[in-house]
């Protein structure tokens, strides 16, 4: 090459560098920001004593899997004592815990004209659960976690079945693997931010929870093969990680950082390795099938308009399946519904109770609902169709339930209880006699933080 041409060559290299260095300052500065922010949020929940349980604490219990694998539950009351009228079961989605609901869990207690009772449980390989073998994290064999945690823990009784994301493909596996019990006790049934298929066309899964996608297979690899090493690397990202989080867990962007804080906690207390194992399934999941089985069910479809990892119109895909089912539409909304807009996820659910005990006894009747907290954002304008039809963003479902948008949110997590010391067997169900505080991640990096201050 002559002289020219190396020059050249080295005023190009070093403007690539350059900008190469700019772009890392730039991520540098962000991730300051970003770790500043998390900062002042654990020193905020420290000194007010860390964040009050939001919901009712229940009974915690584990439910043997058929085969074999333990799965964490818990069960609620209603808060008035009073006898329940239907069980509603609670199933979360990929990646995350039971606490997925944390912000349902006060209003559905608070139930009354009738109470309802509720079961909530980790999804195997998540939360509290216990890891399962690879080869078993498919969504078939969820179905049948399902199963057996509706016979061991409602065994009797009306049912309504709420479930998010992939919480709604178990509910999928079940219809198609016991139809009967959609006819006979399935009264209703919440789909919210799923799919019946196709997961991998667009959104999140279709980039990196592809099968196809190597660095997922990698990840998978090295996960398995030198876990500690991966989980390390989590760690070290942990700031990146919560602000992929928050882009991807909500469609607002200034949403509150503990709901933030909360799904990434939920998140980071799965194992990597964990959450590859569902690559597979998630990939192949196809039940739109399945959802002719829903429509002897009052059936609810709720999703947000900004979901980054399952779009919207995997929603109307289902709502099309089963013409019957109410659709509705979120606007501005990400993948957390729940967290993102309680209030209107809140009142849809008391809806849906509502048509599937009018289904079951043929009257009509309205449930007494609790007053809103403050504590929470408001639900702001939604599309909703109700039933077959165009969905459009300009009027609101039920302006009575529509309200303007309020930028207080809800707690971080509910505080629910970690078993400890010697359970007791009842039906077949270990319950756990004692429970101890959980210290959130935040509270210890507040702590260390004012240790590092005091030795410098």
Same mark, same amino acid.
């Given at each position: 090459?002559?002289?020219?041409?190396?020059?050249?060559?080295?005023?190009?290299?070093?403007?690539?560098?350059?900008?190469?260095?700019?772009?890392?300052?730039?991520?540098?500065?962000?991730?300051?920001?970003?770790?500043?922010?998390?900062?002042?949020?654990?020193? $905020?929940?420290?000194?007010?004593?860390?964040? $009050?349980?939001?919901?009712?604490?229940?009974?915690?219990?584990?439910?043997?899997?058929?085969?074999?694998?333990?799965?964490?539950?818990?069960?609620?009351?209603?808060?008035?004592?009073?006898?329940?009228?239907?069980?509603?079961?609670?199933?979360?989605?990929?990646?995350?815990?039971?606490?997925?609901?944390?912000?349902?869990?006060?209003?559905?207690?608070?139930?009354?004209?009738?109470?309802?009772?509720?079961?909530?449980?980790?999804?195997?390989?998540?939360?509290?659960?216990?890891?399962?073998?690879?080869?078993?994290?498919?969504?078939?064999?969820?179905?049948?976690?399902?199963?057996?945690?509706?016979?061991?823990?409602?065994?009797?009784?009306?049912?309504? #079945?709420?479930?998010?994301?992939?919480?709604?493909?178990?509910?999928?596996?079940?219809?198609?693997?016991?139809?009967?019990?959609?006819?006979?006790?399935?009264?209703?049934?919440?789909?919210?931010?799923?799919?019946?298929?196709?997961?991998?066309?667009?959104? #999140?899964?279709?980039?990196?929870?592809?099968?196809?996608?190597?660095?997922?297979?990698?990840?998978?690899?090295?996960?398995?093969?030198?876990?500690?090493?991966?989980?390390?690397?989590?760690?070290?990202?942990?700031?990146?990680?919560?602000?992929?989080?928050?882009?991807?867990?909500?469609?607002?962007?200034?949403?509150?950082?503990?709901?933030?804080?909360?799904?990434?906690?939920?998140?980071?207390?799965?194992?990597?390795?964990?959450?590859?194992?569902?690559?597979?399934?998630?990939?192949?999941?196809?039940?739109?099938?399945?959802?002719?089985?829903?429509?002897?069910?009052?059936?609810?479809?709720?999703?947000?308009?900004?979901?980054?990892?399952?779009?919207?119109?995997?929603?109307?895909?289902?709502?099309?399946?089963?013409?019957?089912?109410?659709?509705?539409?979120?606007?501005?909304?990400?993948?957390?519904?729940?967290?993102?807009?309680?209030?209107?996820?809140?009142? $849809?659910?008391?809806?849906?109770?509502?048509?599937?005990?009018?289904?079951?006894?043929?009257?009509?009747?309205?449930?007494?609902?609790?007053?809103?907290?403050?504590?929470?954002?408001?639900?702001?304008?939604?599309?909703?169709?109700?039933?077959?039809?165009?969905?459009?963003?300009?009027?609101?479902?039920?302006?009575?339930?529509?309200?303007?948008?309020?930028?207080?949110?809800?707690?971080?997590?509910?505080?629910?209880?970690?078993?400890?010391?010697?359970?007791?067997?009842?039906?077949?169900?270990?319950?756990?006699?004692?429970?101890?505080?959980?210290?959130?991640?935040?509270?210890?990096?507040?702590?260390?933080?004012?240790?590092?201050?005091?030795?410098?």
């Amino acid at each position: 090459m002559s002289r020219r041409g190396w020059t050249v060559a080295g005023i190009a290299g070093g403007m690539v560098g350059a900008a190469g260095a700019v772009a890392g300052a730039g991520v540098a500065t962000q991730r300051r920001k970003i770790a500043a922010a998390r900062r002042s949020l654990a020193t $905020e929940m420290t000194e007010h004593g860390g964040q $009050e349980s939001a919901g009712r604490i229940g009974e915690e219990s584990s439910v043997t899997a058929d085969d074999g694998v333990r799965i964490a539950c818990e069960e609620v009351a209603p808060a008035d004592g009073s006898e329940p009228a239907l069980t509603v079961v609670l199933v979360h989605g990929f990646a995350l815990d039971r606490r997925t609901w944390q912000e349902q869990r006060e209003f559905l207690a608070s139930l009354s004209g009738p109470s309802v009772r509720m079961v909530l449980y980790d999804q195997r390989s998540h939360g509290r659960s216990e890891r399962a073998p690879r080869d078993s994290c498919t969504i078939d064999q969820l179905g049948h976690d399902l199963d057996a945690v509706i016979r061991a823990l409602a065994p009797e009784g009306p049912l309504v #079945l709420a479930a998010h994301s992939m919480g709604g493909m178990t509910v999928m596996a079940l219809a198609e693997q016991h139809p009967e019990l959609f006819h006979e006790r399935v009264l209703g049934v919440a789909l919210m931010s799923t799919s019946a298929g196709e997961i991998a066309t667009g959104g #999140l899964p279709g980039t990196f929870l592809s099968r196809r996608n190597p660095v997922t297979r990698a990840l998978g690899t090295l996960a398995a093969w030198q876990p500690g090493l991966v989980e390390t690397g989590r760690r070290a990202l942990g700031d990146v990680i919560w602000a992929i989080t928050k882009r991807f867990a909500y469609g607002d962007r200034q949403v509150d950082p503990r709901m933030v804080d909360l799904v990434d906690t939920m998140i980071d207390s799965n194992a990597v390795g964990a959450l590859t194992d569902f690559v597979d399934t998630l990939n192949t999941h196809d039940r739109l099938a399945a959802l002719a089985g829903l429509s002897g069910s009052e059936v609810l479809v709720l999703a947000g308009d900004a979901d980054r990892i399952i779009p919207y119109r995997h929603s109307e895909v289902i709502s099309e399946a089963i013409p019957t089912a109410r659709l509705v539409r979120l606007p501005g909304v990400g993948h957390m519904p729940m967290l993102e807009q309680p209030d209107r996820v809140d009142d $849809e659910l008391g809806n849906l109770i509502e048509r599937s005990m009018e289904r079951g006894r043929g009257d009509r009747f309205r449930l007494t609902r609790p007053q809103r907290s403050r504590r929470r954002p408001q639900a702001g304008p939604a599309a909703d169709d109700g039933r077959p039809g165009p969905t459009t963003a300009a009027e609101p479902a039920d302006p009575a339930t529509t309200e303007p948008a309020d930028p207080a949110a809800g707690d971080e997590r509910a505080a629910a209880g970690r078993t400890n010391g010697a359970g007791r067997q009842r039906g077949g169900v270990l319950r756990g006699a004692g429970r101890t505080a959980r210290v959130t991640r935040a509270a210890k990096a507040a702590r260390g933080s004012r240790a590092r201050k005091g030795r410098s």
